[in-house]
């Protein structure tokens, strides 16, 4: 799978902008502030339909301006494909010109591995970081796991509302949303118990400056027991309803889970080093393009947001030694941050890309 084209109207600070890539390397270099990121950005829109910098879509509509549009030319590994986003006064997504009306249409379409600065907050930040990781990877190989999540963040939601309310024929209700949170919760559970099972198994595979000590991803439900079985889930429900109606939310479910990350037996957010972290989050991002390529029988997209100028020299080594046979995207304040005769360089200023 790779990115052929993309082309940008009104984007953050494009106007209009048409990039070819090429099936390997494309680094994407220049000042600070000047739009390598956005190009990040938009690409990644394709693979969830939104922005990993901002909850809001018309964040990047360039400023002055009523509306964005950008589109790209793809190969899936069977044929040539187009998709297209506009943001306006509402949003519009079309594949190979056809309108789509569910975002579930587009998710898994393109398969991306994203990695940035931030990132580190998988491992340093709250549970919400780990469970968004989880989530992004599962929709992209499993497109029943985002059709889930969507309903049970649907079923939540009214959920809520009804704790809230505290009305009381609302209330006497909440027998058949609990029936409804533990069919979609259940299923949760069951796919990210599965996924760190499978990130502690790829991993293990890889060394980094003689570092030997496997990292254990240790899933932590909140439902108590067997979080596969809804009686089980429903039964804890029905039990925290007091303290739910007295906090006016949901105290159990997916939600509310969390993944520990262990180094050495140790739980790595409070004992790791930096260095540690760092070579966790490599490791991960490692293990993630192996489990999309098992899971759909492709490479994914490798997209790197000026990350490697913050690793030493080891770890830079180890990383695009192991990425190599996948089409890479790499923003950089420096051009020749690889030296490969596949590379296209791109230098980008002031919302200009010149190919070099």
């Known amino acids: 799978m790779f990115i052929n084209k993309v082309y940008l109207e009104n984007f953050r600070n494009y106007e209009k902008q048409e990039i070819d890539f090429s099936p390997k390397a494309n680094v994407i270099y220049g000042l600070n502030g000047q739009g390598k990121t ?52 509402k949003k519009n997504i079309k594949i190979n010109s056809v309108p789509i009306e569910k975002l579930s249409e587009l998710v898994g379409m393109i398969n991306t591995v994203i990695f940035t600065p931030d990132m580190l907050g998988v491992v340093k930040d709250g549970p919400g970081v780990r469970r968004q990781f989880a989530d992004v990877l599962l929709s992209q190989i499993k497109p029943v796991y985002f059709r889930t999540l969507l309903m049970y ?40 118990a599965r996924l760190t099972e499978l990130l502690t198994e790829h991993t293990s595979k890889f060394e980094c400056g003689g570092d030997k000590e496997n990292i254990l991803f ?92 913050e690793l030493d020299a080891d770890r830079r080594d180890f990383f695009l030694n192991n990425i190599k046979d996948r089409q890479i995207f790499i923003t950089s304040t420096e051009k020749e941050i690889i030296r490969d005769s596949d590379t296209q360089y791109f230098h980008v200023e002031g919302g200009k890309v010149i190919e070099k």
Not at 52 to 73: A, N, W
């Open 218 to 309: 240790d899933y932590r439900p909140s439902v108590k027991g067997d979080f596969a079985d809804r009686e089980n889930f429903v039964s804890q429900l029905e039990t925290n309803i007091d303290r739910e109606l007295d906090k006016g939310i949901t105290l159990t479910g997916p939600h509310r889970d969390d993944i520990d990350i262990l180094f050495g037996g140790k739980e790595l957010k409070k004992f790791g080093s930096q260095g540690q972290i760092r070579t966790c989050i490599l490791k991960m991002k490692l293990a993630e393009c192996e489990i999309i390529r098992e899971s759909v029988g492709r490479e994914p997209i490798l997209l790197l947001d000026d990350i490697l100028s």
């Open 38 to 89: 956005n190009i990040v950005e938009a690409l990644y829109f394709f693979c969830r339909g939104k922005s990993y910098r901002t909850p809001k879509d018309s964040d990047v509509i360039k400023f002055g301006e009523r509306y964005s549009r950008f589109s790209i030319d793809f190969f899936d590994d069977v044929r040539d494909n187009s998709a297209e986003i506009y943001i306006g006064d």
């Open 153 to 192: 963040c649907k079923v939540l939601f009214q959920r809520n509302n009804i704790l809230k309310s505290r009305n009381k024929n609302m209330i006497d209700t909440l027998p058949v949303w609990n029936e409804k949170l533990a069919e979609y919760g259940t299923l949760i559970c069951t796919y990210r």
